[in-house]
């Protein structure tokens, strides 16, 4: 037997082994804590088990990856994440999709009530998932657990401090702070294998929004704006680099993965100047991410008189 193989037989024997050892108590099983820390597995990374029926992690990576989803017994996959799911593949292997893009900064509402129809109604184990498996997913996965009481408040801060959630994404840790469960008659929205995306342009104007605000916080010297607390650089800055890499994935997709395109390249190169800009702001050099977002808005200025003006 492969090395993979044998790992993944010993975390599945885990797996049995503490889902017999006790009884279904609440909708989601019990939290568990004897998977401290994430695993890798044949095609999935980071993979948190939350409960007996509830897992997160991040994408799974073709066969193997839905593979490990079918040994673990899984048989719902959630993707928050803004990719179109692998459908097809996770039907040859007996899994449904449900898809629930969410953005970096938060979990809306009605997401959580999707959430919530997800452990009431499907059955489990369910895999939630983002990209890699390390903000948006455990975030959603926190509230899944929550709204089947399967966590309490403070086992849902563990889920985002075991999969190493950055604090900069403060919306994620605050949407989950501030989550209740929905009533029992409380109407929840219906749930889809492909959901509707944001298409391109709201995606550029979304990059514009966190932009803007950026330049407000280079104007007040990178301190949080006055009118504004809770806004400041270290996650407006990280917003930033997210919200590029998001459009250049949109136009991607859009374009049969052309990225030696022209506009493909500024948008490369505008998120490489993001990252650096973003790495400036946490080391408070001030000068130097001020000169960034000089010349950031120098490359959108000429790429909207090149593609949009």
């Known amino acids: 037997m492969r090395r993979a193989d044998t790992r ?22 019990q939290q568990d804590d004897r998977w401290a820390g994430p695993r890798t597995l044949p095609g999935l990374e980071n993979v948190l088990r939350i409960s007996d029926r509830l897992y997160a992690g991040g994408e799974p990576k073709g066969d193997a990856g839905f593979a490990s989803l079918q040994t673990l017994g899984v048989r719902v996959v959630v993707s928050v994440d803004g990719a179109r799911p692998d459908v097809e593949r996770a039907r040859r292997y007996g ?19 999707a959430l919530t129809r ?25 509230i899944a657990a929550l709204a089947c009481q ?5 086992g849902a801060r563990k889920i985002l401090e075991n999969a190493g959630t950055s604090p900069a ?15 029992a008659d409380a109407p929840l929205p219906e749930l889809h294998e492909v959901a509707p995306v944001p298409t391109l342009a709201a995606a550029m104007a979304k990059l514009d929004r966190h932009f803007d605000l950026v330049k407000q916080l280079e104007k007040n010297r990178w301190q949080p ?29 859009q374009h049969n993965g052309d990225s030696g395109s022209d506009f493909a390249r500024r948008l490369e190169e505008a998120e490489n100047q993001a990252v650096a800009l973003r790495n400036a702001v946490a080391k408070q050099q001030t000068t130097e991410a001020s000169a960034l977002v000089a010349r950031l808005q120098n490359s959108c200025t000429d790429c909207h008189r090149r593609y949009r003006d």
């Open 169 to 183: 994404y403060r919306g994620l840790w605050r949407d989950v702070e501030q989550f209740r469960p929905l009533p």
């Open 118 to 142: 997800v452990v009431r109604e499907l059955p489990g184990p369910i895999y939630i998932h983002c990209h890699h498996g390390q903000h948006r997913g455990p975030a959603a996965a926190a």
């Open 95 to 113: 899994l449904r999709y449900v898809h629930i893009p969410i953005g970096y900064d938060g979990v809306p509402r009605a997401a959580q009530a």
């Open 225 to 253: 704006l006055p009118d504004h607390p809770d806004v400041v650089a270290p996650q407006e800055t990280l917003l930033l680099v997210e919200a590029l890499h998001e459009a250049r994935r949109r136009w991607l997709e």
């Open 8 to 29: 993944l037989a010993g975390w599945v024997a885990l797996v049995v082994a503490l889902t017999s050892a006790g009884q279904l108590g609440r909708l989601c099983g």
């Open 150 to 154: 399967a966590v309490d408040a403070a």
